[in-house]
Nanobody
Framework: QVQLVESGGGLVQPGGSLRLSCAAP????????MGWYRQAPGKQRELVAQ???????NYGDFVKGRFTISRDNAKNTVYLQMNSLKPEDTAVYYC??????????????WGQGTQVTVSS
């Protein structure tokens, strides 16, 4: 019954900011990499940002320094601070927790998705 509780999406004008949050069960947060993906209609799902529990991070190339992922270990919550938003950032954003098993298969948990719309 793993559930990722996701929030923070909405409508924002170009150049504006949003902060997404995702809370995970402690057992997941401690052992899984946490990240954000997004998917727009007709487009492939793409990685936005990822934070491993060892502290390393990586970002999609389109971020261009505008987004920052962070973790609050006391709250078992991961955040995505999104600044200088562009219309092409419009998508459904999904919180993700994953681990790679010994078999090299991938074990995933997902949030419900939150809509981010950037428009004038």
């Amino acid at each position: 019954q793993v559930q990722l509780v996701e929030s923070g999406g909405g409508l924002v004008q170009p150049g504006g900011s949003l902060r997404l949050s995702c809370a995970a069960p402690g057992s997941i947060f401690r052992l899984y990499a946490m990240g954000w993906y997004r998917q727009a209609p007709g487009k492939q799902r793409e990685l936005v940002a990822q934070s491993r529990n060892g502290g390393s991070t990586n970002y999609g190339d389109f971020v261009k320094g505008r987004f920052t992922i962070s973790r609050d270990n006391a709250k078992n919550t991961v955040y995505l601070q999104m600044n200088s938003l562009k219309p092409e950032d419009t998508a459904v954003y999904y919180c993700n927790a994953h681990r790679i098993l010994v078999s090299l298969s991938r074990d995933d948990y997902w949030g419900q998705g939150t809509q981010v719309t950037v428009s004038s």
